[in-house]
């Protein structure tokens, strides 16, 4: 994705599309990831989780704790979980991995 950037090939706009309930996750609670934005000078990453599945929503359910995301992996049920880096800054977000949840 980078490389598309720097390419050309993707606009910056493109690659910094965060969804508003991401951005605001990212700005309001999420933890640092302790790395700093590939796109922008000032960003300072954060790690914002988010699961799938049944009683989650269409829109999935933002998780930002350990402690939150062993309640969900307790619970019975498929959930895909899903890990992104976002620059609360110029919304850069990139996913970093996604993995099954769930005692079902
Ligand atoms: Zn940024």
């Not at 700005?27 to 302790?34: F, K, Q, S």
């Not at 790395?35 to 930002?64: A, E, H, N, Q, T």
Request: charged share 25%; proline share 8%.
């Amino acid at each position: 994705m980078l490389a598309d950037v720097e390419a050309g090939v993707v606009s910056r706009a493109e690659a910094c599309d965060a969804h508003p309930d991401l951005l605001r996750a990212a700005r309001n609670a999420a933890p640092p990831l302790g790395r700093r934005c590939p796109l922008c000078p000032d960003g300072d990453l954060r790690i914002v989780g988010y699961v799938f599945g049944p009683r989650m929503g269409s829109g999935g359910k933002c998780v930002l704790s350990d402690a939150e995301l062993q309640r969900v992996a307790r619970r019975n049920g498929s959930f895909m979980a899903y890990e992104l880096e976002v620059c609360p800054e110029c919304g850069w977000n990139h996913l970093i991995r996604k993995y099954p949840l769930g005692a079902g």
